[in-house]
């Protein structure tokens, strides 16, 4: 990782001007991980992305929940609503958020096969792609 050559207390006063405050958490990095940290931290909070940036909180929120993190669901969610996230969203994202882990257990503990399972998503995306193809 290259090194940020911003000055630290430069990253201090940004950080002050796009939050309000410096949170514990961050002030609790060493002074060149927060340097280096707070640039990628404040464009994928405050920047342009290639993913909207309420799609961008309802992933962290469905990570968060599926690791079990007290913290980042608690901040991705509220992101979320400050970008417009509905409930009727939030309930939707609390249900698919269970969706990878859930079949991934179920899938790891068959010691599926791997190839198997590659041939069937095709056949699976094939048919899906035929379907919406002719309308149905």
């Known amino acids: 990782m290259a090194t940020?050559?911003?000055p630290y207390g430069e990253t201090r006063a940004d950080i002050e001007e796009s939050l309000g405050f410096v949170p514990g958490f961050l002030d609790g990095l060493p002074e060149q991980a927060l340097v280096n940290e707070w640039p990628t931290m404040k464009r994928f909070l405050f920047g342009e992305s290639a993913i909207d940036p309420k799609v961008r909180e309802f992933v962290g929120l469905a990570v968060?929940?599926?690791?079990?993190?007290?913290?980042?669901?608690?901040?991705?969610k509220g992101v979320a609503q400050l970008h417009g996230a509905s409930e009727a969203e939030l309930s939707e994202l609390a249900f698919l958020a269970s969706y990878t882990p859930r079949y991934s257990a179920m899938i790891q503990a068959q010691d599926y096969d791997v190839d198997t399972f590659y041939e069937e998503a095709e056949?699976?995306?094939?048919h899906v792609q035929a379907g919406a193809a002719a309308g149905d």
Do not use: D, L, S, V
């Open 4 to 6: 940020n050559t911003t």
């Open 123 to 126: 056949q699976i995306a094939t």
């Open 64 to 76: 968060a929940a599926a690791i079990g993190c007290e913290y980042c669901r608690h901040f991705h």
